[in-house]
């Protein structure tokens, strides 16, 4: 652990050259994997610092597990995110409608799974004192309204698991029956570029129409975790938890953040659930539609929709496709081009304060925005949203499936799994696509036949189609090749 920066520095150095080979327990590891472990050892490391002039047996009372650092994998994909800084042990277990039963076996073994290794580097790490804490934890988890409470399904309501009272809810649970939506009064402004109307605030500058986003909650956005979390805490820390801030001397203080990725990731659809969940004033703008042939118009438009924002602080801005208003100053060929983007800079982070004004973006181009943009005060991160992976493709497939009427001899998880693991690189509008398109294909099948068919239902055959078919649409070479490779593998696992 003392060596943790010294083995960062060499890495710096060493992976510049062209035949470097980084390996550990013997098992070569890609640019990813070495970033994704230089950055747990650093959170492990930074742990370390702060209980090094403590006794071990601080480190070990720390929390229910005696290793805050630990990673610990709950049993189902919808208690993966909950925001707590403990090891959410009671997680990892089976659970009968009523009371959660605590697999301490499974928990033991996590302890020596890979993601756990530069936990176990740490030299205040007490392998024994952890087996003995887990052995010590409750075997059954009743709620009891002081402690434990039952969670249920964000979407039916239905009980899901018993969590801690004061933690954090993951983005698929909530903590009541009854649905927190209500019909209407949504306060979400969304700028369409369509029948606008004259602005008294601002004469000549339009308002924007008021209209409806569809329904969409976090639960919604499968395969992109991590852009999730990072989201929920860009935008719901300082909204819910601005006591805390206070108490430890700073500020709540309104960020910003792009998403950005290939077509089809979710970006949107990530920013609409934002929309739809946080609760607050919503202004959405469609980059192209403040665009204007009058010289200024532009820039007033942007000014009228932050001063909207301020007013109804806090507040969230919402920009669909920002690369058109954010250009890079160096690339733009027009002296309008830079004047908008300097007003943006200026509004995001300028004289005057932003107050409660959340920024979110979306694009598909990143490093077409200017630099400045994506500076700390403005943009603060750019959350790259990429294809999701495998399992990631099996849980938007099992949401694309839900409604969809299947063979009875059909297992929807067992054929959600074999789907997602033959169609690496599909991003979820793809998914999506195959979904529809064997459904599509279904009904193309019965209409042929004379007769009504009463056993109408989708097979597996209709999806292997469907990918097939995707690729024999696709213009490009390399989503055909995908969807080619898609459909061998497809045809072995349904063989």
């Given at each position: 652990?003392?060596?943790?920066?010294?083995?960062?520095?060499?890495?710096?150095?060493?992976?510049?050259?062209?035949?470097?080979?980084?390996?550990?327990?013997?098992?070569?590891?890609?640019?990813?994997?070495?970033?994704?472990?230089?950055?747990?050892?650093?959170?492990?490391?930074?742990?370390?610092?702060?209980?090094?002039?403590?006794?071990?047996?601080?480190?070990?009372?720390?929390?229910?597990?005696?290793?805050?650092?630990?990673?610990?994998?709950?049993?189902?994909?919808?208690?993966?995110?909950?925001?707590?800084?403990?090891?959410?042990?009671?997680?990892?277990?089976?659970?009968?409608?009523?009371?959660?039963?605590v697999?301490?076996?499974?928990?033991?073994?996590?302890?020596?799974?890979?993601?756990?290794?530069?936990?176990?580097?740490?030299?205040?790490?007490?392998?024994?004192?952890?087996?003995?804490?887990?052995?010590?934890l409750?075997?059954?988890?009743?709620?009891?309204?002081?402690?434990?409470?039952?969670?249920?399904?964000?979407?039916?309501?239905?009980?899901?698991?018993?969590?801690?009272?004061?933690?954090?809810?993951?983005?698929?649970?909530?903590?009541?029956?009854?649905?927190?939506?209500?019909?209407?009064?949504?306060?979400?402004?969304?700028d369409?570029?369509?029948?606008?109307?004259?602005?008294?605030?601002?004469?000549?500058?339009?308002?924007s129409?008021?209209?409806?986003?569809?329904?969409?909650?976090?639960a919604?956005?499968?395969?992109?975790?991590?852009a999730?979390?990072?989201?929920?805490?860009?935008?719901?820390?300082?909204?819910?938890?601005?006591?805390?801030?206070?108490?430890?001397?700073?500020?709540?203080?309104?960020?910003?953040?792009?998403?950005?990725?290939?077509?089809?990731?979710g970006?949107?659809?990530?920013?609409?659930?934002?929309?739809?969940?946080?609760?607050?004033?919503?202004?959405?703008?469609?980059?192209?539609?403040?665009?204007?042939?009058?010289?200024?118009?532009?820039?007033?438009?942007?000014?009228?929709?932050?001063?909207?924002?301020?007013?109804?602080?806090?507040?969230?801005?919402?920009?669909?496709e920002?690369?058109?208003?954010?250009?890079?100053?160096?690339?733009?060929?027009?002296?309008?081009?830079?004047?908008?983007?300097t007003?943006?800079?200026?509004?995001?982070?300028?004289?005057?304060?932003?107050?409660?004004v959340?920024?979110?973006?979306?694009?598909?181009?990143?490093?077409?925005?200017?630099?400045?943009?994506?500076?700390?005060?403005?943009?603060?991160?750019?959350?790259?949203m990429?294809?999701?992976?495998?399992?990631?493709?099996?849980?938007?497939?099992?949401?694309?499936?839900?409604?969809?009427?299947?063979?009875?001899?059909?297992?929807?998880?067992?054929?959600?799994?074999?789907?997602?693991?033959?169609?690496?690189?599909?991003t979820?509008?793809?998914?999506?696509?195959?979904?529809?398109?064997?459904a599509?294909?279904?009904?193309?099948?019965?209409?042929?036949?004379?007769?009504?068919?009463?056993?109408?239902?989708?097979?597996?055959?209709?999806?292997?189609?469907?990918?097939?078919?995707?690729?024999?649409?696709?213009?490009?070479?390399?989503r055909?090749?995908?969807?080619?490779?898609?459909?061998?593998?497809?045809?072995?696992?349904?063989?």
């Amino acid at each position: 652990m003392e060596n943790a920066r010294r083995i960062a520095n060499l890495l710096n150095i060493v992976r510049a050259w062209k035949s470097t080979e980084v390996s550990l327990d013997s098992e070569l590891l890609d640019k990813h994997d070495i970033d994704g472990f230089m950055n747990r050892l650093e959170t492990v490391r930074r742990c370390w610092l702060q209980r090094k002039n403590q006794t071990p047996a601080n480190c070990r009372t720390a929390c229910a597990l005696g290793c805050d650092a630990l990673r610990i994998w709950p049993s189902f994909e919808c208690l993966g995110y909950s925001g707590s800084t403990d090891p959410p042990w009671y997680a990892v277990g089976a659970f009968d409608g009523k009371t959660v039963t605590v697999d301490k076996e499974a928990l033991r073994r996590q302890l020596d799974a890979p993601r756990n290794a530069e936990v176990r580097l740490c030299p205040r790490f007490d392998l024994d004192a952890v087996a003995a804490k887990i052995a010590a934890l409750p075997d059954m988890i009743s709620p009891n309204d002081r402690e434990w409470i039952t969670v249920y399904h964000f979407k039916n309501g239905k009980p899901a698991w018993v969590w801690p009272k004061d933690a954090v809810l993951p983005s698929g649970l909530r903590d009541t029956k009854e649905s927190p939506w209500r019909s209407g009064g949504l306060n979400i402004s969304v700028d369409l570029g369509q029948e606008r109307q004259p602005n008294p605030e601002a004469p000549g500058i339009p308002l924007s129409p008021v209209s409806s986003i569809p329904p969409t909650r976090y639960a919604d956005v499968h395969g992109q975790d991590a852009a999730v979390e990072a989201i929920r805490d860009l935008v719901e820390l300082p909204l819910k938890h601005a006591d805390l801030f206070a108490r430890i001397g700073a500020s709540p203080r309104a960020q910003g953040a792009i998403l950005a990725g290939p077509p089809g990731t979710g970006k949107s659809l990530l920013a609409r659930a934002v929309a739809g969940e946080c609760g607050a004033h919503i202004e959405v703008v469609s980059g192209p539609s403040l665009l204007s042939k009058w010289v200024g118009e532009t820039e007033a438009a942007l000014r009228v929709i932050f001063e909207r924002a301020r007013k109804h602080a806090p507040a969230i801005v919402l920009f669909d496709e920002v690369d058109c208003l954010g250009m890079s100053r160096a690339a733009a060929d027009a002296h309008h081009q830079k004047s908008m983007v300097t007003q943006l800079l200026a509004l995001l982070d300028g004289l005057e304060e932003r107050g409660q004004v959340f920024v979110l973006a979306t694009t598909n181009r990143p490093e077409d925005i200017d630099p400045a943009l994506r500076r700390p005060g403005r943009f603060d991160q750019v959350v790259w949203m990429g294809p999701p992976d495998e399992q990631g493709r099996k849980a938007i497939f099992l949401h694309h499936m839900e409604g969809l009427k299947l063979g009875a001899d059909i297992n929807r998880d067992h054929l959600a799994a074999k789907l997602a693991a033959a169609t690496p690189g599909f991003t979820g509008a793809d998914i999506a696509y195959v979904c529809q398109s064997a459904a599509l294909l279904c009904v193309k099948e019965a209409s042929t036949v004379p007769r009504q068919r009463t056993d109408l239902a989708i097979t597996a055959e209709h999806f292997r189609s469907a990918i097939a078919n995707q690729g024999r649409a696709a213009s490009g070479g390399h989503r055909t090749g995908v969807a080619e490779t898609s459909t061998r593998l497809l045809a072995q696992a349904l063989n």
